[in-house]
């Protein structure tokens, strides 16, 4: 059974650098069936998708994030990432990641989530 | 992008109520269209996908179906275990986006 762990800073100051990685267990990220996602969970804005990224490299961005927005796999550790710049307090929220099948974009299996607060 | 809209945004119900949520975009997806549960403190959990498609381990009490842009989510006898939030989500285009959520709560 496929599993993802989030890990990186709970607290991050506005303006700087939110860094989140998420590892993959019982699974390859090298799969060809997956991509690899960020989704982030608000109580106003509710579930907001971020982004994919397949083992290749190759990533779909949500255009509302994008010019501040990294998102990167390392097939070496089995890892994805997220870097988001720049960020303000409406940037906190729970962050999860995921799994999405290539064919119908499904998220089939998620992280338990990580709060991620911006403030000073 | 592709706004999804549900309704209810709340409903409550009795141990053995059959349930039904609605879900529409504003754009035919095709049936890109993927519900999930999500109880408090929880990661969503992936109940349907392509609109009408069970996954597994799902039990058979959960139906989807639907096309073009009107998708539902149906609860045949609704479960104590049921009782959380559940979210619609088109997967046809990029950017991926969910509807606000439909909060089933004990009648």
């Known amino acids: 059974q496929v599993q993802l762990q989030e890990s990186g800073p709970g607290l991050v100051k506005p303006s700087e650098t939110l860094s989140l990685t998420c590892t993959v267990s019982?699974?390859?990220?090298?799969?060809?069936?997956?991509?690899w996602a960020w989704i982030r969970q608000t109580p106003g804005k509710g579930l907001e998708w971020i982004g994919s990224?397949?083992?290749?490299?190759?990533?779909y961005r949500n255009p509302s994030l994008e010019s501040r927005l990294t998102i990167s796999v390392d097939t070496s550790k089995n890892q994805f990432s997220l870097k988001l710049t720049s960020v303000t307090a409406a940037d906190t929220a729970v962050y999860y990641c995921a799994r999405e099948g290539t064919k119908e974009h499904d998220l089939d299996h998620w992280g338990q989530g990580t709060l991620v607060t911006v403030s000073s | 992008d592709i706004q999804m809209t549900q309704s209810p945004s709340s409903l409550s119900a009795s141990i053995g109520d059959r349930v039904t949520v609605t879900c529409r975009a504003s754009?035919?997806?095709?049936?890109?269209l993927n519900w999930y549960q999500q109880k408090p403190g929880k990661a969503p959990k992936l109940l349907i996908y392509a609109a009408s498609t069970l996954q597994s381990g799902v039990p058979s009490r959960f139906t989807g179906s639907g096309s073009g842009t009107d998708y539902t989510l149906t609860i045949s006898s609704l479960q104590p275990e049921d009782f959380a939030t559940y979210y619609c989500?088109?997967?046809?285009?990029?950017?991926?986006?969910f509807g606000q959520g439909t909060k089933v709560e004990i009648k």
């Open positions: 754009q035919t997806i095709n049936s890109f």
């Open positions: 990224i397949y083992y290749s490299g190759s990533a």
């Open positions: 989500q088109q997967s046809f285009r990029t950017p991926r986006t």
């Open positions: 019982a699974d390859s990220i090298t799969s060809s069936y997956y991509y």
